[in-house]
């Protein structure tokens, strides 16, 4: 068969070809038997690990949410769509380090989460004041959560050392030890706060 | 424990991996691609596609067959994407603009994944399948077969014959890229990345909103994306929005996946050196100690520079965590940075823009070094090699002896492809980057354009990610414009296959050679003295092109 094609285009006849099997096999084959496998072996996580409220899915886990208000405990700011947190639309601020712009957010948020939360400004953690790489961030520091916790447990009327204990409760340090750093997962511990009623 | 310890630790344990997987896993890449059995698949195959498979190719051949390969690739991709609102799995997706679609499709064929769009927004869920994971793994594999041709010509002599490109682009995919994808995207759901075909869905969130979350095939794209060097990211936010990077644990894996080919083929290299006796398994030793000493001084420069967190709006907010997620703290960002334009990766899991200045100028000094640190897969090999020649070319000259690597003559015709090599890339970032900077168009496409070192930095950082098929960003730039895709299309295109035209033409000129016996005045290329002249050769050349533009963005940042 390769004898009837010019000699010149031989590479071609050849290479359309192994560019089409390839594409049935790498492009559908293989991540449709990846998902196949997945939905077995994971099926949660495969979805997206999807948490609950009350019966019904209420977002994921692993994707940060945005809480305004006195009772909940505060995300990071986030450059994911034009109001934070749009999971349509994932997004870094991308302003350099001697941005004005990011200069007058951080000073701009490091007084208003200093306000809101009873503290000095010099408490305020780096995460609070700073957009995260995704924008969907759904953690915090540990730092960060320790200066909500009263202002948490005084809105809603629980004993402090209740937040304090649900916080830890939703605290992951490093794995083993040393991998990554200790984070306060906002949008469970939210959850679990409002079930406690 | 503190910080520090905790992230050597985390050093320590990606680089203990790595020296265990050395032994085997590039022994067997040089059994693939030594092996004279076919597998009987691999035999179907290659009768469908009317392919002799025990035919070697001449250099030129090789060749050819890698540019019309890869041209049907683009071809294909383009295709794809302005399709794609007819094709299944659309998810209402739109077709992509023409020049869009031409950057993208280049990008992907390139093994460069610069991505001018954003995947939730653009993409279907076929045209990331079908088209962009299809060309992670084929550009990944021709990566692998021009390395691979590069060492053949070094250990064959009197011959032009360097090997079957089709039997080596097949034999990368089918035994090595594609097994352990198979087990790593699973590996990846395990540890929360997502795999499934579903449409955004919207949710009522805890608070008492709405949101929509996407979904996807985005583990089995994940793996590849970074075991084959590519980085393109399903999402816009790449491997930091947390369905592509959920954890610590699957990012550092993901910089497993990055660093073990490039890495384990100079194992490969040495291997087959030694099987053929045209050298011994310490020369490939060499080339990884001047790959790994780059890496450690770059690795260590940006983890200190983050953890110094210089710059103004830095130093207000109290550490550099703009742009970083807080599961991955500035080690394990600096990390992935170092590790992403150490090869042609460009996966983030930390958005490079926000990086301190001298942190972001050391990423874009591992990108501007030509990426052999240790470099794409393939390509990071045969750059590298290429630079070792150049190193025994420099001490050829300065003691006035014949240069000589492996006994091969770098003759003047091995030292005019070897320059061409060198400078193509750098000639494409510097007058890109010119042309770019006379346009009065490019200051409004930069997000940082207040600060003018930093906006000269982010479209430096472009044409030096695209032309040495990086991919990664100083996302800042809106380089969604008919300029800046074209320009950085060409940029990729030309960066990718020119210095393809000069390895293979070099390897077929040194496979033609009978090489000399070794003798007592014979410079030793697989001591420690060569990898110190492969190290300063590589700073020193890189340094003397680029210092000037270093000048004008990171450096006059930084130190201002």
Not at chain 2, 378 to 392: F, K, P, W
Request: net charge neutral.
């Amino acid at each position: 068969m390769p004898a009837r094609i010019p000699a010149r285009l031989r590479p071609y006849s050849a290479a359309a070809r192994v560019l089409l099997l390839m594409t049935a096999v790498l492009g559908l084959a293989y991540p449709l038997a990846v998902t196949g496998a997945a939905q077995v072996l994971f099926p949660a996580r495969a979805d997206g690990s999807l948490i609950e409220r009350d019966g019904a899915a209420a977002g994921s886990s692993l994707i940060g949410q945005d809480f305004d208000g006195e009772e909940w405990f505060h995300p990071r700011p986030s450059a994911a769509g034009d109001d934070g947190y749009d999971g349509a639309a994932s997004s870094a601020s991308n302003l350099g380090p001697n941005s004005e712009e990011l200069l007058a957010q951080v000073r701009e948020r490091r007084s208003a989460v200093a306000a809101q939360n009873g503290v000095a400004e010099s408490a305020v953690p780096p995460d609070a004041v700073t957009a995260s790489g995704s924008g969907l961030d759904p953690h915090i520091s540990p730092a960060y959560a320790a200066v909500q916790t009263a202002r948490v447990a005084d809105a809603r009327g629980l004993p402090p050392g209740r937040v304090r204990d649900l916080v830890a409760a939703h605290t992951d340090g490093r794995a083993l030890g040393f991998i990554g750093e200790p984070a306060v997962n906002v949008v469970t511990l939210n959850r679990d706060l409002a079930g406690l009623g | 424990m503190s910080d520090i310890v905790a992230g050597l630790l985390q050093a320590s344990l990606l680089f203990s991996i790595l020296a265990a997987v050395y032994v085997p896993f590039g022994d067997f890449m040089a059994r693939v691609y030594t092996g004279t059995r076919h597998l009987r698949v691999e035999r179907a195959l290659y009768r469908v596609c009317g392919i002799d498979p025990d035919a070697d190719q001449h250099w030129s051949g090789y060749l050819r067959a890698v540019l019309a390969f890869s041209l049907l690739s683009v071809l294909a991709l383009y295709l794809l994407q302005r399709t794609q609102q007819w094709l299944p799995l659309a998810i209402g997706m739109a077709p992509v603009d023409p020049d869009q679609a031409w950057n993208t499709a280049v990008s992907f064929a390139a093994n460069t994944n610069w991505q001018s769009y954003s995947g939730e927004a653009a993409m279907s869920h076929l045209t990331q399948m079908a088209g962009l994971a299809v060309q992670n793994f084929l550009s990944a594999a021709v990566g692998m077969a021009v390395a691979v041709a590069l060492v053949r010509g070094l250990i064959r002599r009197r011959t032009e014959l360097l090997g079957n490109f089709w039997v080596d682009l097949v034999r990368g995919v089918f035994r090595i890229l594609l097994p352990i994808a198979a087990v790593g995207a699973l590996l990846l759901v395990a540890g929360g990345v997502v795999q499934n075909l579903a449409g955004p869905a919207e949710y009522a969130t805890v608070g008492g909103g709405t949101q929509v979350l996407p979904g996807g095939p985005v583990a089995s794209q994940e793996v590849i994306k970074e075991l084959g060097t590519n980085g393109g990211g399903f999402f816009n936010a790449n491997s930091a929005h947390p369905f592509e990077g959920p954890t610590a644990v699957v990012s550092l894996f993901q910089i497993l996946l990055i660093l073990v080919i490039p890495v384990c083929l100079t194992r490969t290299y040495g291997t087959m050196l030694a099987r053929s006796g045209a050298g011994t398994r310490r020369h490939g030793l060499a080339v990884l100690a001047a790959m790994g000493t780059i890496f450690t001084l770059s690795l260590v420069g940006t983890t200190a520079a983050e953890m110094a967190g210089g710059g103004s709006a830095t130093q207000a907010a109290g550490a550099a965590m703009e742009g970083k997620e807080v599961r991955f703290g500035e080690m394990l960002s600096a990390l992935f940075a170092t590790a992403t334009t150490g090869t042609s990766t460009g996966a983030v899991n930390s958005f490079h823009d926000s990086f301190t200045p001298f942190g972001g100028g050391l990423v874009l000094l591992n990108m501007l070094l030509g990426e052999v640190t240790p470099g794409g897969v393939g390509s990071g090999l045969y750059g590298m090699l290429v630079l070792a020649m150049l190193a025994v070319f420099l001490g050829g000259l300065m003691i006035g002896r014949t240069p000589e690597y492996l006994g091969k003559r770098i003759g003047p015709r091995e030292i005019k492809l070897i320059a061409l090599f060198v400078l193509t890339t750098p000639a494409l970032v510097l007058i890109g980057t010119g042309i770019a900077m006379a346009l009065p168009g490019t200051p409004g496409a930069m997000t940082n354009a207040d600060v003018r070192p930093h906006g000269f930095s982010e479209v430096l950082y472009a044409f030096a990610s695209g032309a040495n098929n990086n991919g990664s960003a100083f996302a800042g730039l809106g380089a969604d414009t008919a300029f800046f895709n074209t320009g950085i299309g060409l940029a990729m295109l030309f960066g990718r296959y020119l210095p393809m035209v000069f390895v293979l033409a070099l390897a077929g000129s040194l496979a033609q050679q009978q090489p000399a016996p070794a003798t007592g005045g014979t410079f030793p290329t697989h001591k420690p003295l060569f990898v110190a002249m492969v190290v300063a050769t590589t700073l020193i050349i890189t340094g003397l092109t680029f210092f000037p533009a270093l000048a004008l963005g990171p450096l006059a940042e930084g130190l201002s």
